[in-house]
């Protein structure tokens, strides 16, 4: 018999498996309002989603809850999507939270998200476009409704903490179907005076309220504006497209006026300690300076001033025997290489003119064979007639007067006869 009992345990796994099986409970869509909101120091959120008859416990984890734009809260109305499964401790079904928007606003999120990628694929959010905000503005530009709480905000805390800054409202309406186009139009208004910063934005309130800084022209007007733009839009949670596209982004309009200017009493704080830097570096300062100046006054140069005639003197004379030896040096290199170069000079003259005595031995050799003296030594005569020399008998004829020269002197004769062979 007892075999037909089970624990409340094996129930329980039983009612999560049967749970976890059908595909209908895995993907969920439930709209209702919050209660027992309760934020744990993890991060996860866990609440109670209700209607007017029935409610269903929820958990949202950490993963999911980090990437709401918004804080849930008790009575706000929102539609979520997860899955329902039991929680085994308690036996209890409940919803696992994966997606949250509120309730009313889903279609103007789909909006605000396509236009946020629009603009960034385009480079309004792009960081090396902004521009830097002024650490001591002397003229500041609000727009923003000339009543409510955000502009007395703004205000009072520029008074408070930088009095002696200027300011200028351009009010306008920041909420409802005209607001955008007026914020535009007072933008470029703005870029008509000689503003240092302009601070626009409004209050909280639901995304509905503060929709128009969600308007496309609002964002183009922010980004091509030549005034750097401080958003300063709702409360720390509320993220708009303005907030992307300014320079910089305020949590709330108050924070907004502490950006946008110094606090005085940090400031006088932060001059009192400059003073005091400045007074203990002068007092270094002056101090090293008389140190040096009474090291100065005890040098031996100061007391023996002619030493530094006596040092350069000496720096002289050692300069100049150094000058000496190089000069002598390089006379004693060069008369090397002149008498070198002499030496050189006089053998290849003298083997010029042994060269030029062989030859003219040689070519006087020559000559002396081809004289006509040794010739007529060996007892050859030269004929000549009328002083020609006769080289052929037929140069002359019978009765001719010639000279006949011999080698000791010469004679002349008549031709009797002529022999030919």
Not at 76 to 93: D, N
Not at 131 to 137: A, D, R, V
Not at 216 to 237: F, L, M, N, T
Not at 384 to 408: A, F, G, P, R, Y
Request: charged letters at 25%; a positive charge.
């Amino acid at each position: 018999m007892e075999d037909k009992y089970i624990t409340v345990s094996q129930l329980s796994r039983y009612l999560k498996f049967k749970f976890d099986q059908d595909v209908n409970l895995n993907h969920v869509f439930l709209k209702g309002e919050i209660s027992n909101f309760k934020a744990h120091t993890r991060g996860h959120y866990y609440f109670t989603i209700k209607d007017e008859s029935s409610r269903i416990n929820a958990v949202m984890f950490y993963s999911q809850a980090s990437k709401l734009s918004f804080l849930p809260e008790d009575g706000m109305k929102i539609m979520v999507a997860g899955r329902i499964s039991i929680y085994e401790a308690t036996g209890g079904y409940q919803i696992y939270v994966e997606e949250m928007v509120q309730d009313g606003v889903g279609n103007l999120y789909l909006e605000y998200e396509k236009l946020k990628k629009k603009l960034a694929s385009e480079g309004l959010f792009d960081p090396s476009k902004k521009k830097k905000i002024p650490k001591f503005p002397e003229t500041i530009g609000i727009i923003t409704a000339p009543t409510g709480a955000a502009i007395k905000d703004i205000l009072s805390t520029i008074k408070r903490r930088w009095p002696i800054t200027k300011t200028i409202l351009f009010p306008s309406l920041v909420q409802g179907a005209s607001a955008a186009p007026e914020i535009v139009k007072q933008i470029q208004n703005a870029q008509k005076y000689p503003l240092d910063l302009l601070i626009v934005g409004r209050g909280g309130g639901s995304i509905e309220d503060l929709w128009c800084f969600n308007d496309e022209q609002v964002a183009r007007a922010i980004y091509e504006c030549d005034i750097p733009i401080i958003s300063a839009v709702g409360h720390e949670i509320d993220y708009t497209i303005a907030d992307f596209v300014a320079d910089l982004r305020a949590p709330t309009p108050t924070g907004a006026a502490e950006m946008a200017v110094p606090n005085q009493k940090d400031f006088y704080t932060y001059i009192h300690q400059v003073n005091l830097r400045l007074e203990k570096a002068m007092m270094h300062y002056i101090q090293n300076n008389r140190e040096r100046l009474e090291t100065l006054k005890n040098s031996y140069i100061l007391k023996n001033p002619l030493s530094i005639y006596q040092i350069k003197e000496q720096k002289f004379d050692t300069l100049y025997e150094k000058l000496y030896l190089v000069m002598n040096s390089i006379l004693v290199n060069e008369r090397n290489k002149l008498e070198e170069k002499i030496d050189k000079s006089k053998n290849w003259m003298e083997r010029y003119l042994e060269k030029s005595k062989n030859q003219y031995l040689y070519i006087l050799n020559k000559l002396e064979v081809l004289n006509p003296i040794l010739t007529l030594k060996r007892g050859y005569s030269i004929t000549k007639k009328q002083d020609e020399i006769i080289t052929s008998i037929q140069k002359i004829k019978k009765e001719d007067l010639v000279t006949i020269d011999l080698v000791d002197g010469s004679f002349t004769a008549n031709v009797e006869e002529i022999i030919k062979k």
